[in-house]
Nanobody
């Protein structure tokens, strides 16, 4: 059984930074697509950033160059560097991966940005 586990969330002041990590457990191959999604109360889950197995990256417009997605050397670890955080970034952040047609989701990590 494959599991994705996020860490690195917490409480930070506006303008601060956080670095989220996602680690895969169990047997899993390199993902075709890996990404970070977020969901605030009462809102739909939305894509924040993604990266393909060919290392193509995509970012949501609201990131505005503030966030950077990257993979670890083993390619089973995913990172999201978040800078210049804003209160509207407050949400639960989820790690996602699709591999050979199978979808995987982490349990989420809470990010709270105070003003």
């Amino acid at each position: 059984q494959v599991q994705l586990v996020e860490s690195g969330g917490g409480l930070v002041q506006a303008g601060g930074s956080l670095r989220l990590s996602c680690t895969a457990s169990g047997s899993i191959s390199r993902g075709n697509f890996m990404g970070w999604y977020r969901q605030a109360p009462g809102k739909q889950r939305e894509l924040v950033a993604g990266i393909t197995s060919a290392d193509f990256t995509t970012y949501a417009d609201f990131v505005k160059g503030r966030f950077t997605i990257s993979r670890g050397n083993a390619d089973h670890t995913l990172f999201l560097q978040m800078n210049s955080l804003r209160p509207e970034d407050t949400a639960v952040y989820y790690c996602y991966q699709i591999t050979n047609g199978v979808h995987y989701w982490g349990q989420g990590t809470q990010v709270t940005v105070s003003s």
